[in-house]
């Protein structure tokens, strides 16, 4: 059994919380291969070495002294080598940092430099093999990973250590350069390395026991997703909710490796597992409830709309030749409407309902920007009987008025347009009807 354990920024801000870490580890044989961030938050006051680290990158930049910051970066991991009691200096890799900032390295360097030391206390700590991300992680140009050539670095590389830890977020151009994934990239990282070196399963060690059925801002106490499809997560991921980087779950969802999501603050809870397939019916019937607010719905009405071929096409034209993408395409048999994102529609509006009026010569068209959309997800309603019912039941007694409905058509979910106020009660109201009355 060979697992890859990527740990989280807040699971390694201090001293105290490196050894919750090292006890993970050693806990189980098979955990062998450890992807760490950076140092992240000691409380919700503080500030992610990360963020540090990009502050003195624009400093460098623009000319002004950036020593004081990054002897603030310095304080922080010497006061986790320190509490560990470890023998180790870090001096010669802050000369080199601060040598090739003042070379103008850039954000990407400066960033990556979090990963990179963590790394190194946590190698020395556990007595792991230490392998730089910028030997196994191959970056294209500055925005495209080279998946083929990463996974065969990181398998040639880690063949030859039974034990080591590869830090996240970073890896480099073939030049050397050093560029990072967007923000909590180390997720990413640690899923390269579970599908290069074929890991049984790949666990994700964060500060929350797991997905949560739904947002624990709207449900207190919400109960946790023991077991989740790829597709249910990319669904519920979609409407917002998230544990974890978007892009982590592709190098191991294409060759079924399960992810794991642990807490590291509460070790025996089993969290969640994100499987490609499984017979385990969810003890709900839905799987979660996640939703955004901020839609908008553009409603066309049209005379015998049923026979005029092509109505649909045109009005989509306008939104695609703006490059605003939609959500959602409910329809009746004179009338359709088009959801999108409210943001990304006000800017293009006036050019698009321009070309509508024009191509589509509708009777009338509405538009409605104070919608907020709600999934309801779950492999189970595919064949569970009256779920449709208990949604509308729970929401009608809830007084939420349903303004827009649509199921996807593989059954894996129900979308529900209510009005932005309604939100968070219709959340609430889903979440009872589904898992405190199963309770
Ligand atoms: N340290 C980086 C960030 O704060 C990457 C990560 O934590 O995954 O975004």
Same mark, same amino acid.
């Given at each position: 059994?060979?697992?890859?354990?990527?740990?989280?920024?807040?699971?390694?801000?201090?001293?105290?919380?490196?050894?919750?870490?090292?006890?993970?580890?050693?806990?189980?044989?098979?955990?062998?291969?450890?992807?760490?961030?950076?140092?992240?938050?000691?409380?919700?006051?503080?500030?992610?070495?990360?963020?540090?680290?990009?502050?003195?990158?624009?400093?460098?930049?623009?000319?002004?002294?950036?020593?004081?910051?990054?002897?603030?970066?310095?304080?922080?991991?010497?006061?986790?080598?320190?509490?560990?009691?470890?023998?180790?200096?870090?001096?010669?890799?802050?000369?080199?940092?601060?040598?090739?900032?003042?070379?103008?390295?850039? /954000?990407?360097?400066?960033?990556?430099?979090? !990963? %990179? &030391?963590? =790394?190194?206390?946590? @190698?020395?700590?556990? *007595?792991?093999?230490?392998?730089?991300?910028?030997?196994?992680?191959?970056?294209?140009?500055?925005?495209?990973?080279?998946? /083929?050539?990463?996974?065969?670095?990181?398998? !040639? %590389? &880690?063949? =030859?250590?039974?034990? @080591?830890?590869?830090? *996240?977020?970073?890896?480099?151009?073939?030049?050397?350069?050093?560029?990072?994934?967007?923000?909590?990239?180390?997720?990413?990282?640690?899923?390269?390395?579970?599908?290069?070196?074929?890991?049984?399963?790949?666990?994700?060690?964060?500060?929350?026991?797991?997905?949560?059925?739904?947002?624990?801002?709207?449900?207190?106490?919400?109960?946790?997703?023991?077991?989740?499809?790829?597709?249910?997560?990319?669904?519920?991921?979609?409407?917002?909710?998230?544990?974890?980087?978007?892009?982590?779950?592709?190098?191991?969802?294409?060759?079924?490796?399960?992810?794991?999501?642990?807490?590291?603050?509460?070790?025996?809870?089993?969290?969640?597992?994100?499987?490609?397939?499984?017979?385990?019916?969810?003890?709900?019937?839905?799987?979660?409830?996640?939703?955004?607010?901020?839609?908008?719905?553009?409603?066309?009405?049209?005379?015998?709309?049923?026979?005029?071929?092509?109505?649909?096409?045109?009005?989509?034209?306008?939104?695609?030749?703006?490059?605003?993408?939609?959500?959602?395409?409910?329809?009746?048999?004179?009338?359709?409407?088009?959801?999108?994102?409210?943001?990304?529609?006000?800017?293009?509006?006036?050019?698009?309902?321009?070309?509508?009026?024009?191509?589509?010569?509708?009777?009338?068209?509405?538009?409605?920007?104070?919608?907020?959309?709600?999934?309801?997800?779950?492999?189970?309603?595919?064949?569970?009987?009256?779920?449709?019912?208990?949604?509308?039941?729970?929401?009608?007694?809830?007084?939420?008025?349903?303004?827009?409905?649509?199921?996807?058509?593989?059954?894996?979910?129900?979308?529900?347009?209510?009005?932005?106020?309604?939100?968070?009660?219709?959340?609430?109201?889903?979440?009872?009807?589904?898992?405190?009355?199963?309770?």
């Amino acid at each position: 059994m060979k697992k890859v354990v990527k740990f989280g920024g807040s699971s390694l801000a201090s001293a105290e919380q490196f050894v919750k870490v090292g006890d993970i580890i050693k806990a189980e044989e098979s955990r062998r291969y450890v992807v760490p961030s950076a140092p992240g938050k000691r409380n919700p006051g503080d500030t992610k070495v990360t963020d540090m680290l990009y502050k003195c990158a624009e400093l460098a930049a623009a000319g002004k002294a950036y020593a004081k910051e990054l002897g603030k970066i310095k304080n922080r991991y010497e006061e986790i080598i320190k509490g560990l009691g470890l023998k180790l200096t870090l001096k010669s890799e802050f000369e080199e940092i601060s040598k090739k900032l003042e070379e103008g390295a850039g /954000p990407m360097y400066a960033a990556s430099r979090g !990963e %990179y &030391l963590n =790394g190194k206390v946590l @190698a020395a700590y556990l *007595g792991y093999e230490f392998v730089d991300a910028a030997n196994v992680i191959r970056f294209s140009d500055e925005t495209t990973l080279d998946a /083929p050539e990463t996974y065969r670095l990181l398998a !040639e %590389y &880690l063949k =030859g250590y039974e034990r @080591a830890v590869v830090p *996240g977020f970073y890896g480099s151009l073939k030049n050397g350069k050093i560029v990072t994934f967007s923000r909590g990239g180390s997720d990413i990282t640690g899923s390269l390395v579970a599908r290069a070196i074929k890991a049984d399963i790949y666990e994700n060690w964060t500060d929350v026991s797991g997905f949560m059925v739904a947002d624990p801002r709207i449900v207190k106490d919400s109960e946790v997703i023991h077991t989740i499809t790829y597709k249910e997560l990319r669904e519920l991921a979609y409407m917002g909710a998230s544990v974890m980087h978007e892009d982590a779950t592709f190098p191991v969802s294409q060759v079924g490796i399960p992810i794991n999501i642990r807490n590291t603050n509460d070790p025996e809870a089993e969290g969640t597992m994100i499987v490609d397939k499984t017979s385990k019916v969810s003890k709900y019937t839905i799987t979660g409830i996640a939703g955004q607010k901020g839609f908008t719905s553009i409603t066309l009405e049209k005379d015998k709309m049923n026979s005029c071929i092509g109505i649909g096409r045109k009005a989509l034209q306008a939104f695609e030749e703006h490059g605003v993408s939609f959500e959602h395409m409910p329809s009746g048999i004179d009338t359709f409407s088009v959801i999108v994102h409210q943001d990304e529609f006000a800017e293009k509006e006036q050019q698009i309902i321009a070309q509508i009026e024009e191509s589509c010569e509708p009777d009338q068209m509405d538009i409605d920007s104070d919608l907020a959309l709600i999934a309801v997800v779950g492999r189970g309603m595919k064949s569970a009987r009256g779920t449709a019912g208990r949604i509308f039941a729970a929401l009608a007694h809830a007084h939420v008025n349903v303004k827009m409905i649509d199921q996807g058509s593989s059954e894996l979910n129900v979308i529900i347009g209510v009005s932005n106020d309604d939100f968070d009660n219709a959340i609430r109201a889903l979440y009872n009807i589904f898992v405190e009355a199963a309770l």
